[in-house]
């Protein structure tokens, strides 16, 4: 008993005085501390700054209430075939006493720039009255979590009722929207000046731009008219008192749409934060690549240290222990330091993501929180992940006979077995993939195997870097060329982990810019085909016959276009049903796959045309039938698909049908926008628009403004992408930075040999320059094909499962010299500083340093 | 042509930092406070209570009762009060409401106390813009209702907020409605009786018939209820103590059939306030000899000060007498701490003038309002000189 106890006690002091040694070590060489915490950081920094980002996005769903008020669980929507709700159901409800209840009115505006912006307007005290029984309620169940939402009253000074009650010209938006787009405090909007009351940005706002209703109906010219009303309560209940109200007879007044939990966004987005997270989780690994180099690096300046803690009795598992220990402290401290710097990567992410979602999916996010818990669990990976790597290392490091001293060659034989067995790993990585592939039409389980070919790919990088030097030194001259790339061959070694990290940023960085640049190719050509007309006019509904009118009169229109649209319902999921002119049917869509008699069928109105993201989501192909909710309202059966069409800009499906079956399914007749090709200068056209319907110049687009909007979208999408990219691999330049510096100081004593030997300073620089360009460029050109091929599989695979989008793959050169250069100058500095910074050390000094 | 149309604000990021939180509770409490108070006022003042500091809340409700009186109606003097005109809402005065308060029993026997209360808030004074409204929704009226059910083991109350609009909330002359959404005051004709008085609240429901032959009481002098001395603050006022109840009442899923007395108090200005006080004690009381006592102390803020006290007998011919505050005493004999405060639920009253002496005992002690406002609102019973039921309302505690 006591002597367990004592041998307890024991065993801890020698743990303790190990980690004091290895505390000392670490305050001799802090580089290599710096160089493991780096690491760490670098990668809690991206995978905390995506995930806070992600997390945020999905809470915004999933809590999205109605402005001001709380979350509704019943929509009454317009009914189908129609725009709008009459208000008369709203004022009948609350009568009968459904007063939990809420009109909206939703609406596009045009600012005096022709800038669009969507207004929401809803009843007001309604709103306010019930935010604040939600929050009486929840303060009585659970008072301190009040402290984290800020709600605004019926009565609060900052709002004023008097105001927007009386419909005078004010509208309430966040304080950060009001900075950012009315930083007079006014706006003009359908050419009537709004006073913005700014609110705080906790209440929730977002970009929204809020008002009563009596201003909305005035400012979109919609009296009497909402767009739908928020029930708040059981939707059960709600349904039946609703029903009851209007004696069973709602379906002519409007449809029931329950609230989901946010799936819905949820689900549509999804594909947009898995790719996120897989670009976090890459980034995370390449960090984790710099922190296992840097755990390397410093255990093996420690193998004779500890060799000799185990010379003077420290058990080997107390040395273990006190590794592990070590470890740990690093992970703790790098994960800590990540966690910081990842919420405030987030803030700079966010924005971004704010964007992109708004304008695919029409979702508004909330302002960010954070939870601890994501820092235990960055800490857990981190650990699990970093023991994971170092536990085997640390074995045999405690475990190595006391009495060894392992010869030069013997190591390095020992270095190129074990790159032949990384090799095999690799091929054997990629070939199980290569069999997988063709099997998953799923895009999680392609990103999935993606991530196995990510891994695979670094895998691969020391024994290419080994037969690659191999072939260079058999057509070197002898002499002290031959010795520098002989040389190189042994640096392979200690670079390799490094250079694993930069091939990997590297592939995905050259993956990504395939991805993109083909992708912008693509749209381009898309929207070439798409937008053949000179000139669309959107014009408010009453002005639609009037434009239609006039451009018929006109002798230099060439042609005049429609199109109708219409909003409807497949599975569950809102998709758009149009329809077009004849000429514009047969010119406009880019069609992927028809049937040999499609034209003639659609036609005939025996069939029907759908997107290619509709396809790919439900599995639909050319032959089966589909029906929406319109079709069995006029007693239409289902129809087939004749052809399936390319879109790129339309998260919803599409269904197009025929003029014919447009009439037969009893949808509005006038056409949502018109367009015209004229045959002189296109702004004389929209001058004579302007003048005489009249129409605003920001209820017309010509193409090349269309265009012009499109890529700027486009780019704006892809920035968030495209900024964890750069991050990725400027994770990956510092930890090639980081490793050149250790291995050039570990060089120090040959190189002093070299020099002492009568190579000048200029040679020597020459030949450390040259070697690691050597290396650089082999994972470079290794990067080349690897690069090709995720890109090929995140265009052929991920994109098309993810979004639904053929995209022609185009190869750019350009960009792949860009990172090309951007590697070698992050290598190029790391070995010149460390080189500088020896050549003015006395030769005596670097001699005296340890051999590597 | 999805992309042509989603146009992109610019979004500043939002901070990742707790929203630091800006109670606006207790303002609201504050003001509401306020409201309630010029609420008690309905009996007619006859001393001056306005030293020390003014008891103006900042925000809310307080600048809706507090702000600029200019551009409402003023209240003045030797005004005719004409029926059934003035059961209607008056939109050129500041505020108003219709109070009623019953005393019930169900067909088991058991008491059951009953409030119903509509405010109306003007927003801003009449004004020619309000002619030009062209939407149903533009309006400068807003408002609110309270209503209570109260039993020996159960306080429920609710309560609601609503433009004033012809489809919501407001007043019609033929017949005669108060209403706000589903609760509301339905007459037969243009007099306030008979009617159905008709509110659902989550808890609770009920649906009352309301008949009175009685003469309503003009409070004050003839209607004009000065609120202090110099008759600086005042309102139009009058009630009807003497009203006949029956109907039913929803509660648990059961119904109940009622019937008992009620209480109605009517009363509109555009300034009641100007005082000092911190709250005050009320009662609406019917005694066993068939008459009715409207009875109030109103405190003051600091321990100097005086009490001010006020009160009304009347009886159903249309006839009472004043109390003034020197005839009356009333001391607080038992306290009852609830959710939202302390409050003195028990008292002794003397009136040696009328030969009245009472205790008076609340049917539920926890009768507070866990409304924006808190308060205690619930119906009394009395023993001694005189027996009877009543309302007790206790504020500023």
Known sequence: MSSSSNNASGFGLTVGLSLAVFARHYLKSPLQAGAILLGIILAVTLLIGV????????????????????????????????????????????????????????????????????????????????????????????????????????????????????????????????????????????????????????????????????????????????????????????TQQVNDTFAQQTSQHFDF?????????????????????????????????????????????????????????????????????????????????????????????????????????????????????????????????????????????????????????????????????????????????????????????????????????????????????????RFTRNGLWRYAVAESKELIAPLSLAMMAMLLALTANISMNTLVGSFEITLKHWLDDRLYADLYIRPPSDKVLQTQALLAELPKVTAIYGQWMHSSRYQKAPVSLMTRDAHSLRNSNQVKAQTDTHWQTFFNGDSLMISEPMAIKYRLNVGDSISLPEFEQAGLTALPISAIFYDYGNPLGQVIVSQKNWRQLQLPIQPTSIAASYAENISELEAILQQRVPLSAAQMYNQTKIKQRALEIFKRTFSITLVLNSLTLLVAAIGLFSACLMLTQARQAPLARLYALGVSRNQLRGLVSGQMLLIVLFTCLLALPTGALLGYLLINKVTLQAFGWSIAMVWDWQAYFRVLVIAIIASAIAVILPLLWQTRKPLISSLQQEAL | MKLKSRYLSKVKLTLISRSIVLSIVPSIIRSLAVLSLSLLLTACFNESADNGDSFHASSGMGQLLDGNTQGYSPVLPGKQLSFPADHQAHDDFRQEWWYLTANLTTQNGEQLGLQWTQFRIALAPPSPTQTQFTSDWQTEQLYMSHTAMTSKQQHLAAEKWTRGNAHFAGTQVSPLRIQQDDWKWQSHNEQLFPATLSANATEFSYQLQLDSQAPFQLQGDNGYSRKNATGTVASYYYSQPFIKVSGTVERDGETLKVSGNAWLDREWSSQFLSKTQQGWDWFALRLDDGSALMLFQLRENGEKQQAFYSGRRMYPDGCGQQINSEQITMIATAWQQTESGRYPVAWNIAIPSQSIELSTQALNANASMPLSIPYWEGPVSISGSHSGLGYMELTGY
């Open chain 1, 51 to 238: 995930r806070a980002t992600n997390e945020n996005a999905v809470r915004s769903y999933s809590e999205a209430t109605e402005l001001l008020s709380q979350r509704a669980q019943l929509l009454l929507t317009p009914a189908t075939g129609k725009k709008s709700i009459d208000e008369a159901v709203y004022f009948a409800l609350r009568r009968a006493g459904v007063t939990q209840a809420l009109a909206v009115l939703n609406g596009t505006v045009t600012d005096k720039q022709g800038q669009r912006w969507d207004i929401q307007a809803s009843d007001l005290v309604a709103a306010l009255s019930i935010q604040s029984e939600k929050a009486a309620g929840s303060s009585k169940a659970h008072a301190s979590n009040q402290n984290t939402e800020q709600s605004v009253s019926l009565l609060s000074a900052e709002i004023p009722l008097a105001k927007l009650l009386a419909g005078a010209p004010y509208v309430l938006t966040s304080q950060s929207f009001a900075d950012d787009a009315a930083s007079t405090g006014k706006m003009t909007l359908n050419g009537m000046t709004l006073n913005v009351i700014a609110l705080d940005d906790s209440i929730g706002l977002g970009n929204a731009i809020l008002m009563d209703i009596s201003l909305g109906q005035q400012l979109l010219n919609r009296q009497g008219q909402l767009s739908y009303i928020a029930l708040f309560g059981q939707a059960d209940g709600l």
């Open chain 1, 257 to 473: 749409a329950e609230q989901d939990q946010g799936e819905g966004l949820t689900s549509l987005t999804r594909s947009f934060h898995l790719n996120l997270t897989a670009m976090s989780l890459l980034a995370f690994v390449v960090g984790l690549f710099i922190a296992y180099n840097g755990v390397r690096y410093s255990l093996l300046k420690r193998q004779k240290l500890l060799v000799q803690l185990q010379q003077q009795g420290v058990p080997q598992r107390a040395l273990l222990s006190a590794l592990l220990i070590e470890l740990f402290s690093l992970v703790l401290v790098g994960s800590f330091a990540g966690f910081i710097l990842g919420l405030q990567l987030s803030h700079w992410l966010q924005p971004m993501i704010a964007l992109t979602l708004e304008q695919l999916y029409g979702a508004r996010l909330m302002p960010g929180l954070w939870q601890w818990s994501w820092l235990y669990q960055a800490i857990g990976l981190t650990f699990f992940a970093a023991s994971l790597a170092c536990y085997p290392l640390f074995n045999t490091l405690a475990k190595q006979p006391l009495a060894r001293s392992a010869s030069r060659y013997e190591q390095q034989s020992q270095a190129k077995k074990q790159h032949k067995k990384l090799f095999i790993i690799a091929l054997f990585l990629l070939t199980g993939s290569a069999l997988l592939f063709p099997l998953t039409d799923n895009f999680q389980y392609s990103l999935g195997l993606l991530g196995v070919v990510t891994i695979a790919i670094p895998l691969l990088l020391p024994l290419v870097l080994q037969i690659g030097i191999s072939l260079v030194e």
